[in-house]
């Protein structure tokens, strides 16, 4: 991985919980030198203690990048502390939930280059997809660089708009929640149909991981990879009739399910 700047003139982390360790785990396996990295956090973990990296130490004057991973109701307490890095010299690369690029321009200043991201929680495993979106200050490099730092913790898309945040935030943001659900449901559903319970979860979670997994891999969308399955008048299309019913069936549900959520972020930023 290409750090630029990040090797001569550091990278500080202010928070560095499950998220944040899982994307230093994935640049120090790609190269960065540790002690370029300087983390800020009030309870650092045992893994942390043993990675090379200055915590709670002195900070660089002129970092490349300030990572801010702090939780939302932490924010206010956080900011302060670093916001003598605003004004251009240093990138600010959000990935806090529920705070937009505003308030980082006021805390740091007029000037500042604020790429704001949503990632989700399979992030902390490295299989996360995370939305990035910059505010007028950021370059392509910026953008680019982000780009980079966050593909250490899965995919990365570019977003148009920041408003586009909050459907993100339905989807991909709240999704692993539903899929949670999902193989509950799987499961008790095997359950009701005569399996051992601890059986019936193992075939529901591997069933999602692998579809889901084969879904990422294959050539053929979704749709084709559904229609390859489904013999005609055969029990996978039995199911289906059930779940693709127009009205009560599972994709109605689903857009109801992201709309709600999706309003529901909106709501928390006004």
């Excluded at 690029?101 to 997809?129: C, D, H, L, Q, W």
């Excluded at 559903?189 to 692998?210: F, N, R, S, W």
Aim: charged share 15%; net charge negative.
């Amino acid at each position: 991985m290409d750090f630029g700047d990040i090797s001569r003139r550091g990278l500080v982390m202010l928070g560095c919980g499950k998220m944040g360790s899982a994307m230093l785990a994935g640049w120090l396996a790609g190269g960065l030198d540790p002690r370029a990295v300087h983390v800020i956090d009030p309870h650092p973990s045992d893994w942390l203690r043993t990675t090379g990296v200055a915590i709670n130490a002195d900070l660089p004057t002129d970092p490349a990048v300030l990572m801010v991973a702090v939780k939302p109701q932490m924010m206010q307490d956080a900011l302060p502390r670093v916001a003598h890095f605003g004004g251009g010299g240093t990138l600010i690369l959000s990935v806090a939930a529920g705070t937009p690029i505003a308030a980082y321009e006021a805390a740091f200043g007029s000037g500042t280059r604020v790429i704001r991201s949503m990632p989700n929680t399979p992030a902390a495993i490295g299989k996360g997809i995370t939305a990035i979106i910059g505010n007028a200050a950021a370059t392509p490099a910026d953008l680019d660089l982000s780009d980079r730092l966050l593909s250490a913790i899965g995919q990365v898309v570019r977003l148009s708009d920041e408003d586009q945040i909050d459907a993100v935030t339905g989807l991909s943001g709240s999704g692993p929640a539903y899929v949670f659900y999902m193989i509950d449901a799987l499961a008790a559903a095997g359950v009701a149909q005569g399996l051992p319970p601890e059986m019936a979860m193992q075939l529901a979670k591997a069933t999602v991981a692998g579809a889901g997994a084969l879904a990422e891999q294959a050539e053929d969308t979704p749709e084709q990879l559904r229609i390859n399955v489904t013999s005609p008048n055969g029990t996978t299309q039995a199911g289906l009739a059930v779940l693709m019913e127009a009205r009560a069936g599972l994709s109605p549900l689903i857009t109801a399910t992201v709309a709600a959520a999706t309003a529901r972020s909106r709501e928390l930023k006004g």
